[in-house]
């Protein structure tokens, strides 16, 4: 993608989703104990969670669905090759997405499209760019 991007000269974003697991809603039916230290007055209390924990098994699981949710209803397509490349094509725009866990590279021919993308995802997590287009 990133090749791509440099012979079209395309403009690249980078930017990272803060706090990535506990955007992803729980499927599962999770209990968890709490150590006295926490709160001691719930302490022998069980507490079902409703988000995914840093840790878990499931957690990245979890974080990859909600975040392919959210690129879906922006008409993003994952790649067959490749499941964390996403594309997204218009009449006038192309748009890749690569993501690492809590990171995400972005490129576009039109560099107003990024900006878009930038102001719909801002909508849903909250993300810190770390360059600018």
Not at 91 to 114: E, G, K, R, Y
């Amino acid at each position: 993608m990133l090749a791509t991007a440099i012979l079209k000269e395309w403009p690249v974003g980078l930017f990272d989703v803060s706090s990535t697991y506990l955007y992803s809603p729980f499927e599962e039916h999770v209990l968890v104990k709490l150590p006295v230290i926490f709160l001691p007055e719930l302490y022998g209390k069980v507490l079902c969670l409703k988000k995914a924990l840093y840790g878990m098994q499931q957690a990245g699981r979890s974080w990859w669905k909600f975040l392919s949710g959210i690129l879906e209803r922006l008409n993003f397509v994952a790649t067959k090759v490749d499941q964390s490349l996403y594309i997204f094509c218009s009449v006038m725009a192309v748009i890749a997405i690569w993501i690492h866990i809590n990171d995400i590279v972005i490129t576009s021919n039109l560099p107003d499209t990024i900006l878009y993308f930038n102001a719909a995802l801002c909508s849903e997590l909250n993300i810190k760019w770390s360059n600018k287009v």
